[in-house]
């Protein structure tokens, strides 16, 4: 029973970082329609950039994860602004093909700049606690409870801010919101940035615990996109519940069924849902 | 008729080249880049047939090479088969995969079946990576035997391999020039345009799309089985996306859809890469912008440029010769106009 409570808390720190590199790509499947293979890379780099600025610059974990957020945003919306605006009337494979360009070229960039060892990011939040007889190291609290506050942010600035209600409405109809005058380059680059910032401090949460490489996001973009599929694509609840989901299947599948063969549990359940049901879980009806 | 002769005559001299190019080329190097070339070429036209023509973006297609080139490998090896035998099982083997993941992947659509297939191919990559007993996964697969002899035909030197590989890919641009241009291939395009027009039109999409992409694996599995008895060892990064990458990017270079595309994009991208071999693992800083930037700027590719630019060129023709036709009307029916008038007026 230990062990399975054990198990749960680790399905829930995982889960946690999963659900936001997932809020980050739903967001811009939302707006732009677009599957964006580069998702992954923008979670690399969000780590190297946290841990450079922490060993190279000296700055505290804290300011190191908010530049990197920024940074890594600013990269999102050049992207957009560089490839997939040119883009946005090209025919849908052409996306597909220059996310995996742009996600190539990040991480040849972060080989060459950074090099291609496995690098521990150092944290001051790795002692570890007992609460309620279980241990757990101070990170991984910090990991659930800062995922938990920014997913509620992001649910108020959605819901309750005119800017938040203008990314839904573009999200809704991209024409209609053009119409009622909301500037939809302004929002797709906001869209872009804030995607980019999600996978910056995913990174930057999850890097203390796992490491630092150039292919670092590669299982977590592929599984982002299992949760976005199971959750439905563009739907932002959909993205942190899958996430979660996601987490705990994990967790106690390595723990039950074989520690080697976890990751392929994700693909796994999308190969069954899709074969199920080919628009994914909770496609919208009637379109 | 003119278009064609000529263009018979071009194809003509390019296998002739193709041919003659080990007798005139002494560099053993030369001839190994060119049978990879050639092995690349067979499965960019696998990709190429489903991406190209039908429309779909398959993932999944470095895996399917993978399982070629393993199956032949443990056939050949742990089983113990006849080379060729277990040649025609790996390709069979593969096909047979191909159907199921077709006749599920298929019914997801767009993104849905690119993001459907990147897993099937990162599944495919984990489980040759981790079952150690019968790929041995990270360490490699050695020891896989050259082809076999047929009858007098002996495949042990590097340029009867070469022969080998240009004979199947002969044999692949045949099948497939013979299948764009007949009904089942204007099928393929007319799913690849529209999708919902195609079913309208009563053509079973579903059918036309699981055929044209057991076909696409077939030949991607034929690509992989070579390179298994060419390169004689395997290792599981031929199924990570980067391979994928490759193919995405000879294809496009060459040009998405053409029946040049394959050739021209495979063999230019490879002679390009030997010339920046001295960046080595950072080659994708370079090649990672420039499909980007080839997507958005020049999706047609090379072949596909060409094309346009004829079809452009011919239609300009067209508009002239109608123009000069035209004005030689005009000025007809006015010189006529004055006579006439000089006639009443005379």
Same mark, same amino acid.
């Given at each position: 029973?230990?062990?399975?409570?054990?198990?749960?808390?680790?399905?829930?720190?995982?889960?946690?970082?999963?659900?936001?590199?997932?809020?980050?790509?739903?967001?811009?499947?939302?707006?732009?329609?677009?599957?964006?293979?580069?998702?992954?890379?923008?979670?690399?780099?969000?780590?190297?950039?946290?841990?450079?600025?922490?060993?190279?610059?000296?700055?505290?974990?804290?300011?190191?994860?908010?530049?990197?957020?920024?940074?890594?945003?600013?990269?999102?919306?050049?992207?957009?602004?560089?490839?997939?605006?040119?883009?946005?009337?090209?025919?849908?494979?052409?996306?597909?093909?220059?996310?995996?360009?742009?996600?190539?070229?990040?991480?040849?960039?972060?080989?060459?700049?950074?090099?291609?060892?496995?690098?521990?990011?150092?944290?001051?939040?790795?002692?570890?606690?007992?609460?309620?007889?279980?241990?757990?190291?101070?990170?991984?609290?910090?990991?659930?409870?800062?995922?938990?506050?920014?997913?509620?942010?992001?649910?108020?600035?959605?819901?309750?801010?005119?800017?938040?209600?203008?990314?839904?409405?573009?999200?809704?109809?991209?024409?209609?919101?053009?119409?009622?005058?909301?500037?939809?380059?302004?929002?797709?680059?906001?869209?872009?940035?804030?995607?980019?910032?999600?996978?910056?401090?995913?990174?930057?949460?999850?890097?203390?615990?796992?490491?630092?490489?150039?292919?670092?996001?590669?299982?977590?973009?592929?599984?982002?996109?299992?949760?976005?599929?199971?959750?439905?694509?563009?739907?932002?609840?959909?993205?942190?519940?899958?996430?979660?989901?996601?987490?705990?299947?994990?967790?106690?599948?390595?723990?039950?069924?074989?520690?080697?063969?976890?990751?392929?549990?994700?693909?796994?359940?999308?190969?069954?849902?899709?074969?199920?049901?080919?628009?994914?879980?909770?496609?919208?009806?009637?379109? | 008729?003119?278009?064609?002769?000529?263009?018979?005559?071009?194809?003509?001299?390019?296998?002739?080249?193709?041919?003659?190019?080990?007798?005139?080329?002494?560099?053993?190097?030369?001839?190994?880049?060119?049978?990879? !070339? &050639?092995?690349?070429?067979? /499965?960019? =036209?696998? +990709?190429? @047939? #489903?991406?190209?023509?039908?429309?779909?973006?398959?993932?999944?297609?470095?895996?399917?090479?993978?399982?070629?080139?393993?199956?032949?490998?443990?056939?050949?090896?742990?089983?113990?088969?006849?080379?060729?035998?277990?040649?025609?099982?790996?390709?069979?083997?593969?096909?047979?995969?191909?159907?199921?993941?077709?006749?599920?992947?298929?019914?997801?659509?767009?993104?849905?079946?690119?993001?459907?297939?990147?897993?099937?191919?990162?599944?495919?990559?984990?489980?040759?990576?981790?079952?150690?007993?019968?790929?041995?996964?990270?360490?490699?697969?050695?020891?896989?035997?050259?082809?076999?002899?047929?009858?007098?035909? !002996? &495949?042990?030197?590097?340029? /009867?391999? =070469?022969? +080998?590989? @240009? #004979?199947?890919?002969?044999?692949?641009?045949?099948?497939?020039?013979?299948?764009?241009?007949?009904?089942?291939?204007?099928?393929?395009?007319?799913?690849?345009?529209?999708?919902?027009?195609?079913?309208?039109?009563?053509?079973?999409?579903?059918?036309?799309?699981?055929?044209?992409?057991?076909?696409?694996?077939?030949?991607?599995?034929?690509?992989?089985?070579?390179?298994?008895?060419?390169?004689?060892?395997?290792?599981?990064?031929?199924?990570?996306?980067?391979?994928?990458?490759?193919?995405?990017?000879?294809?496009?270079?060459?040009?998405?859809?053409?029946?040049?595309?394959?050739?021209?994009?495979?063999?230019?991208?490879?002679?390009?890469?030997?010339?920046?071999?001295?960046?080595?693992?950072?080659?994708?800083?370079?090649?990672?912008?420039?499909?980007?930037?080839?997507?958005?700027?020049?999706?047609?590719?090379?072949?596909?440029?060409?094309?346009?630019?004829?079809?452009?060129?011919?239609?300009?023709?067209?508009?002239?010769?109608?123009?000069?036709?035209?004005?030689?009307?005009?000025?007809?029916?006015?010189?006529?106009?004055?006579?006439?008038?000089?006639?009443?007026?005379?």
């Amino acid at each position: 029973m230990e062990l399975f409570i054990q198990q749960l808390l680790n399905g829930l720190t995982v889960g946690s970082v999963y659900s936001l590199v997932a809020l980050g790509l739903t967001l811009v499947y939302g707006i732009l329609h677009i599957p964006n293979f580069a998702h992954g890379a923008l979670y690399m780099m969000g780590g190297y950039v946290t841990l450079m600025a922490m060993t190279k610059l000296g700055m505290p974990y804290g300011i190191a994860i908010v530049a990197s957020m920024a940074a890594v945003g600013l990269l999102g919306v050049l992207m957009e602004r560089l490839v997939f605006y040119p883009l946005r009337n090209a025919p849908p494979l052409h996306d597909k093909i220059a996310a995996i360009g742009i996600l190539l070229f990040l991480e040849a960039f972060a080989q060459f700049v950074w090099g291609a060892d496995y690098q521990t990011m150092p944290t001051p939040y790795g002692d570890v606690v007992t609460v309620f007889g279980f241990t757990l190291t101070i990170q991984r609290i910090l990991i659930i409870a800062s995922a938990v506050i920014i997913m509620i942010l992001l649910y108020l600035f959605l819901k309750k801010t005119f800017i938040g209600a203008s990314i839904i409405a573009m999200a809704q109809n991209r024409e209609g919101a053009n119409l009622v005058g909301i500037n939809t380059n302004k929002v797709a680059m906001l869209t872009f940035f804030l995607s980019g910032s999600l996978a910056a401090l995913a990174a930057s949460l999850a890097s203390p615990i796992n490491l630092v490489f150039p292919g670092m996001g590669h299982l977590v973009i592929l599984k982002a996109f299992v949760i976005i599929i199971l959750g439905g694509m563009g739907s932002i609840p959909g993205a942190i519940v899958g996430g979660y989901i996601l987490g705990f299947s994990e967790s106690l599948g390595a723990t039950y069924v074989s520690n080697d063969y976890k990751d392929i549990i994700a693909f796994a359940i999308l190969v069954i849902i899709l074969t199920v049901k080919p628009n994914g879980l909770f496609a919208k009806e009637g379109r | 008729m003119a278009i064609l002769e000529k263009r018979r005559l071009w194809l003509a001299a390019l296998i002739a080249a193709a041919i003659l190019f080990p007798l005139f080329v002494a560099n053993g190097y030369y001839v190994h880049m060119m049978t990879i !070339s &050639f092995i690349w070429m067979i /499965a960019v =036209y696998g +990709l190429n @047939l #489903f991406a190209g023509y039908t429309g779909y973006l398959s993932l999944a297609h470095a895996g399917f090479f993978a399982i070629g080139a393993y199956a032949l490998g443990i056939l050949t090896v742990k089983a113990g088969w006849p080379f060729w035998l277990a040649f025609a099982a790996a390709c069979l083997l593969t096909t047979l995969i191909g159907v199921f993941v077709g006749l599920v992947a298929l019914r997801t659509k767009e993104h849905f079946f690119a993001i459907y297939t990147l897993c099937v191919g990162y599944i495919i990559y984990l489980i040759i990576d981790k079952w150690d007993s019968l790929t041995g996964g990270v360490r490699g697969f050695i020891g896989i035997p050259a082809p076999a002899d047929i009858g007098p035909l !002996s &495949f042990q030197t590097p340029v /009867a391999q =070469y022969y +080998l590989v @240009l #004979f199947f890919l002969l044999v692949v641009v045949w099948i497939m020039h013979r299948l764009v241009y007949s009904l089942t291939g204007r099928t393929y395009i007319a799913i690849r345009n529209s999708e919902e027009l195609a079913l309208t039109l009563g053509i079973s999409t579903m059918k036309n799309k699981l055929a044209s992409f057991v076909l696409s694996v077939f030949f991607t599995s034929l690509a992989g089985a070579l390179y298994a008895s060419f390169i004689r060892f395997l290792g599981p990064d031929i199924a990570y996306v980067s391979v994928m990458f490759d193919f995405l990017t000879y294809l496009l270079v060459g040009g998405i859809g053409t029946l040049a595309g394959p050739v021209v994009g495979t063999l230019l991208v490879t002679f390009l890469s030997q010339q920046l071999q001295f960046l080595q693992d950072y080659r994708m800083l370079i090649f990672g912008p420039v499909l980007t930037l080839l997507i958005i700027f020049y999706p047609h590719g090379i072949a596909g440029g060409i094309i346009r630019l004829k079809a452009r060129r011919s239609e300009a023709r067209r508009l002239q010769l109608e123009a000069t036709q035209a004005s030689a009307e005009l000025a007809a029916a006015s010189r006529q106009e004055r006579s006439e008038r000089y006639a009443k007026e005379g």
